[in-house]
């Protein structure tokens, strides 16, 4: 059983920066996929970023590219997203969420979520 815990969300502005991660535990995911998703009020959830379990490609949904970066750490088994030049469409609440299959079309194990609002 995989048990993963973000952290890092909370209020900032329009422009600002903040930075979630991602900690696992139960069993190391250096072989697993990890991404992040978001959930805005009244929407879908929908993919934001993806890294694979080597780190060595990283994926982006459009409306993020350039201004997110997903980074994983093996060693210590966590996953982060430094998020710049925030907008007030960020806002939502963000689930880590990671896969030990071949590709990231499904996700086994997923996080509680963490809030980002940011602020016009």
């Known amino acids: 059983q995989v048990l993963l815990v973000e952290s890092g969300g909370g209020l900032v502005q329009a422009g600002g920066s903040l930075r979630l991660s991602c900690a696992a535990s139960g069993r190391t995911l250096s072989s697993a996929a990890e991404a992040w998703f978001r959930q805005a009020p009244g929407k879908e959830r929908e993919f934001v970023a993806g890294?694979?379990?080597?780190?060595?490609?990283?994926y982006y949904a459009g409306s993020v590219r350039g201004r997110f970066t997903i980074s994983r750490d093996n060693a210590k088994n966590t996953v982060s997203l430094q998020m710049n030049s925030l907008k007030p469409e960020d806002t939502a609440v963000y689930y880590c969420?990671?896969?030990?299959?071949?590709?990231?079309?499904?996700?086994?194990?997923w996080g509680q979520g963490t809030q980002v609002s940011v602020s016009s």
């Open positions: 969420a990671a896969t030990f299959g071949t590709t990231m079309a499904k996700f086994d194990y």
């Open positions: 890294i694979t379990w080597s780190g060595g490609n990283t």
